[in-house]
């Protein structure tokens, strides 16, 4: 009985504290130490830098961002960008690539997943480079190299992926919107329970895997990938419409995922009685 009682209270009070961040930090920006960044990574000034920032692991369902990039660059998205030129007024031209940069490391890595991955992208024709040998959570240097941190990477991206199958919440999510980029995602159980509600406009693959390719790595639909394709061109050819919904989706995790918000959801948890059985 005691224990029902217990239980009973505890269902009564518990409640969901979302991860949060600090949306009043400085802004990430180019300065002096990440400023080689795109250049050393083998970037130029007029390729599109999408940016994968999560380790590499089974759950993060990098596969669906492979084939959303293989999407952007058909001949066909190539020429609006080729007309249009890009959000920022950089040309796109012919010689310009749309380049998918993976900042993470493969952690435990012993289902194969990583050379999967490379068998998929050798597939698909797309242009990869894995810089997780110079990126860490902080500025250093490492065996005489300078290191830059994940931070920088955000700096110098234009779309961000983060296709995750599963997540307890979603940290690169948080980080995307603080960095004011616009992001693809893919609705894992969390986001659908927790963040869906909130309003942000992001590029969507939807909840639902439709199976696994012959690499047995996760598909969707290639009618969702197509459409997912087309609303990140738009983003990519269009200023306006670029920064209103970075700023739209800053100002929604302000709203709800800041350590503001977070002082909101605790303060009444903290005002709680004690209980007494």
């Known amino acids: 009985m005691r224990a029902t009682i217990a239980a009973s209270c505890f269902s009564r009070q518990t409640a969901v504290v979302p991860n949060v961040f600090d949306f009043n930090e400085a802004p990430w920006q180019p300065d002096d130490y990440n400023r080689d960044l795109r250049q050393r990574i083998g ?17 993060k369902g990098i596969e669906l961002a492979i084939d959303f990039v293989q999407a952007l660059n058909t001949p066909e998205r190539r020429a609006q960008l080729k007309a249009k030129g890009l959000y920022d007024g950089r040309p796109f031209d012919d010689e310009s690539r749309i380049v998918f940069v993976l900042a993470g490391y493969a952690q435990d890595d012993d289902t194969g997943y990583v ?45 961000v992926t983060y296709p995750s199958l599963w997540e307890g919440w979603g940290n690169q999510l948080l980080e995307t919107l603080r960095a004011k980029l616009p992001m693809l995602i893919f609705e894992y159980p969390v986001y659908k329970a927790d963040i869906a509600d909130k309003g942000f406009r992001f590029v969507s693959l939807g909840d639902t895997v439709s199976g696994e390719d012959d690499l047995g790595l996760t598909q969707v639909s290639p009618a969702i990938i197509q459409r997912a394709a087309d609303k990140a061109i738009a983003l990519l050819t269009d200023g306006k419409l670029y920064q209103e919904t970075v700023n739209h989706n800053f100002a929604v995790g302000q709203r709800h995922y800041s350590m503001e918000a977070l002082r909101r959801y605790l303060t009444p948890l903290l005002e709680l009685p004690n209980l007494s059985l």
Not at 43 to 59: G, P, S, Y
Request: aromatic fraction near 12%.
């Open 43 to 59: 970037l130029k000034e007029n390729d599109i830098f999408v940016l994968q920032a999560t380790r590499i692991v089974t759950r």
């Open 115 to 159: 050379d999967r991955l490379k068998q998929k992208i050798a597939q698909t024709g797309i242009d990869v480079i894995f810089i997780a040998d110079m990126v860490d959570g902080e500025r250093g240097t490492r065996s005489g190299s300078k290191i830059y941190s994940l931070w920088d990477t955000y700096v110098y991206a234009d779309f």
